[in-house]
């Protein structure tokens, strides 16, 4: 008796789970895949296009041979999207906005007390895309005439790590935020992600609360901005509810934190995030925060809560590359009139900032076409964007990586131009010729003129035990601190891209 096209999906779906365990299986598989064979090709149905991109390049081999087991034979793979899929994946959506905005309209938090909503305000939402919002509901007190009335609360479409793009500059952080997806409380603990303005940071602890959320239903995940938590923590103190405070951030499950930056130099609030990071660290619960650069060359963060993040996995995230900007525009334009790949590639190459830079060079060049009638081209392109493309072209020269190394090793302005040769100077001098040669034109007889009046022999030495201390992962020692040359490369170049 033949087997069924059901029973064979089964089979299928038991296959693959074996292979990458059952909680991945649930989490990105069950109930936004389906399976079905037409002659020797196996399709996987998805929802949509991220959902697609996401599975290929994770669990491909894993499908096919899961595949081959089920079926005794090679299969080819093939991706597509689902119509049912698709529109029960927009229901879902459309269900949690309209349960999200419900709870706002029933529980409002009230002035004199934090909020014990897990989620944040909509005041230190950053990067909010807002929805329509909810009407009011029945018998609301209208606003007093010749008052303009307060703006609804909206709902927040949290970003999901399957539509994240990711490259060389983010590959390792973001497969560090699938794992605490999959296995929160094990591995990366705390996780600190951290990198300049537009590299996805903030995505990525999103997706990181939004697969949480959907894995794990059951459990408390805080999402907050170290801005609001600051807020909440001075309100409390005074008005006396510190203990309602601290119950909040303490009894939860999993606590994420953006931009916690922001603590530098508030010594207070800085010790009450420290004894919740320690709360919720010795239950095994994760935490996962973002700054804007290492731990480690945090200057206003405390000894103590310095030792806490080192103690964790620590990615950071660069501005993206051509191939990575190249990907994210194909993203972002295929969400709106289909813009013309030679234009993409054109932008890519042009553009060296972050993804808000790419996203508005669309918007721009989409309202240009559209108030112009203009045909969506090359051309177009040119016009639209001819300020924004001549000031992303940014000329290098030796006394910018000068003035990048002093500010990422806080030292004074001019030492590397001495001819100090004790280590202090002599290894960051080295670490500013490797960037010399990188990132400008200067022949090795110009860098080691510039760095000291040393001769173009010395520059060539230094280019290469740079990268020597690179590949090693070194540390330079400057007096009582140590810091990996890496994150003393990647923060000049950071301050290089700005």
């Given at each position: 008796m033949p087997i069924s096209e059901r029973e064979l999906a089964t089979e299928l779906a038991q296959a693959l789970a074996r292979r990458i365990g059952e909680p991945r299986y649930k989490l990105w598989f069950e109930r936004h895949t389906r399976f079905k064979v037409e002659r020797d090709v196996l399709i996987v149905g998805v929802p949509n296009r991220h959902f697609e991109e996401w599975l290929h390049n994770t669990f491909v081999a894993d499908i096919v041979a899961a595949a081959g087991e089920v079926f005794g034979r090679p299969m080819a793979v093939d991706f597509r999207i689902d119509p049912q899929l698709f529109q029960a994946a927009r229901r879902e959506q459309v269900e949690a906005r309209a349960n999200h905005a419900a709870k706002a309209v029933e529980q409002p938090p009230t002035p004199e007390e934090p909020s014990s909503d897990p989620s944040p305000s909509p005041a230190s939402i950053k990067a909010e895309l807002p929805f329509p919002a909810t009407p009011s509901p029945p018998g609301a007190t209208p606003a007093p005439a010749g008052k303009k009335p307060a703006s609804p609360r909206r709902t927040r479409r949290w970003r999901r790590l399957a539509e994240f793009v990711i490259g060389p500059c983010n590959r390792v952080a973001h497969a560090s935020a699938v794992s605490v997806v999959e296995d929160p409380g094990e591995g990366a603990n705390p996780l600190v992600l951290h990198g300049p303005v537009g590299t996805g940071k903030t995505h990525l602890l999103e997706g990181i609360y939004a697969g949480l959320r959907r894995a794990r239903p059951q459990w408390r995940v805080t999402y907050v901005t170290a801005e609001d938590f600051t807020n909440r923590f001075v309100q409390a103190m005074r008005t006396g509810k510190l203990a309602a405070f601290r119950k909040q951030f303490r009894d939860c499950d999993a606590?994420?934190?953006?931009?916690?930056?922001?603590?530098?130099?508030?010594?207070?609030?800085?010790?009450?995030?420290?004894?919740?990071?320690?709360?919720?660290?010795?239950?095994?619960?994760?935490?996962?925060?973002?700054?804007?650069?290492?731990?480690?060359?945090?200057?206003?963060?405390?000894?103590?809560?310095?030792?806490?993040?080192?103690?964790?996995?620590?990615?950071?995230?660069?501005?993206?590359?051509?191939?990575?900007?190249?990907?994210?525009?194909?993203?972002?334009?295929?969400?709106?009139?289909?813009?013309?790949d030679a234009v993409l590639e054109h932008l890519a190459g042009q553009l060296r900032g972050n993804v808000r830079e790419l996203e508005g060079a669309l918007h721009a060049l989409h309202?240009?076409?559209?108030?112009?009638?203009?045909?969506?081209?090359?051309?177009?392109?040119?016009?639209?964007?001819?300020?924004?493309?001549?000031?992303?072209?940014?000329?290098?020269?030796?006394?910018?990586?000068?003035?990048?190394?002093?500010?990422?090793?806080?030292?004074?302005?001019?030492?590397?131009?001495?001819?100090?040769?004790?280590?202090?100077?002599?290894?960051?001098?080295?670490?500013?010729?490797?960037?010399?040669?990188?990132?400008?034109?200067?022949?090795?007889?110009?860098?080691?003129?510039?760095?000291?009046?040393?001769n173009h022999s010395t520059a060539v030495v230094a280019e290469k035990r740079v990268r020597a201390w690179l590949t090693a992962d070194s540390e330079l020692a400057l007096g009582i601190r140590r810091v990996r040359v890496r994150e003393v490369v990647e923060r000049a170049e950071r301050d290089l891209l700005k």
């Open positions: 606590l994420l934190v953006d931009d916690l930056h922001f603590l530098a130099k508030k010594r207070a609030t800085q010790e009450e995030f420290l004894h919740t990071f320690d709360a919720l660290q010795s239950d095994g619960r994760q935490m996962v925060v973002t700054c804007d650069c290492h731990p480690r060359l945090a200057d206003d963060f405390s000894p103590e809560l310095t030792d806490r993040l080192l103690g964790g996995g620590i990615w950071g995230l660069l501005p993206p590359d051509r191939d990575t900007r190249l990907a994210i525009l194909r993203t972002l334009g295929g969400q709106n009139e289909p813009v013309p309202h240009f076409c559209r108030v112009t009638g203009r045909k969506l081209d090359l051309a177009a392109a040119r016009e639209a964007l001819g300020d924004l493309l001549r000031h992303a072209i940014r000329v290098v020269q030796l006394a910018d990586i000068d003035r990048a190394v002093c500010s990422a090793l806080r030292m004074q302005t001019g030492l590397l131009q001495s001819r100090g040769r004790s280590r202090g100077v002599s290894h960051p001098r080295m670490v500013a010729m490797y960037l010399a040669r990188k990132h400008t034109a200067a022949s090795y007889a110009e860098i080691g003129a510039h760095f000291g009046g040393l």
